[in-house]
């Protein structure tokens, strides 16, 4: 779980992650990305109060979220890994699904969506997070860098052994790194596949709709160019 700032709301993450599997072996490590508001050591105390066995990782300094999710799974130690964000917009039981999936052999890289037939959104995000989500998987396709409708949804689940060669050259250490792993995972022909989800909106994010909106789309063209000088070949549209 990458955090960044996230002291005010991540004790009741912690709480709901206790209740859902705190008994069940799943190995937990939180990643503070840097935070200056303590984040790092509200976790270790809510984790020590609800009895949750989990690490916590500290990054000195703000690199972003995909530096964030790089290092938890590289120190991961389980068959099967993956992310989810803090806010837990998708829950226990959505987390379980996704894992499944890649425990059921559906894919080497599963990831949930927002946008997929079945798919339930309880609570919508406000109106300039989605055109911003829209805008940005419709530049996605126009550089042909990925043929899915939800890039982006914060819960992803892979089998480990794939890991190393979708983490280990990332270049895109903010918001595009969840396009350069799948379009990673495209190149080497790995089985990719789509979860659909029950989500909800929680408020609280720090993300800027124009802002970070370009400021990853200029991000995702890096990840284009490197990508086309290691040989990669850019993804077909969807029929």
């Given at each position: 779980m990458p955090m960044w700032n996230e002291s005010a709301r991540i004790e009741s993450t912690v709480a709901g992650l206790a209740e859902a599997f705190g008994d069940t072996g799943v190995e937990l490590i939180f990643v503070d990305d840097g935070s200056d508001d303590g984040t790092a050591?509200?976790?270790?105390?809510?984790?020590k109060e609800a009895a949750l066995d989990a690490e916590v990782l500290r990054q000195t300094e703000n690199r972003g979220k995909g530096a964030a999710v790089r290092a938890g799974l590289l120190a991961a130690s389980g068959d099967t890994v993956g992310f989810v964000d803090a806010d837990?917009?998708?829950g226990p039981t959505e987390i379980r699904r996704v894992f499944a999936a890649v425990d059921g052999g559906r894919g080497d890289v599963v990831l949930a969506s927002r946008a997929a037939a079945h798919a339930t959104i309880t609570v919508r995000q406000p109106f300039a997070r989605r055109w911003s989500g829209w805008l940005f998987n419709l530049g996605l396709r126009a550089c042909r860098l990925t043929r899915l409708t939800d890039t982006q949804c914060g819960l992803k689940a892979f089998r480990a052994e794939v890991v190393p060669s979708l983490f280990g050259p990332l270049v895109a250490d903010r918001f595009a790194f969840d396009v350069e792993v799948?379009?990673?995972a495209d190149h080497l022909g790995l089985m990719v596949a789509?979860?659909?989800i029950t989500w909800h909106h929680v408020e609280g994010s720090r993300l800027s709709p124009l802002r970070d909106g370009v400021a990853t789309l200029r991000e995702a063209w890096r990840v284009r160019r490197v990508l086309k000088a290691e040989g990669w070949r850019a993804s077909a549209p969807r029929r």
């Open positions: 050591d509200v976790v270790e105390r809510a984790c837990l917009s998708a799948l379009a990673r789509e979860v659909p």
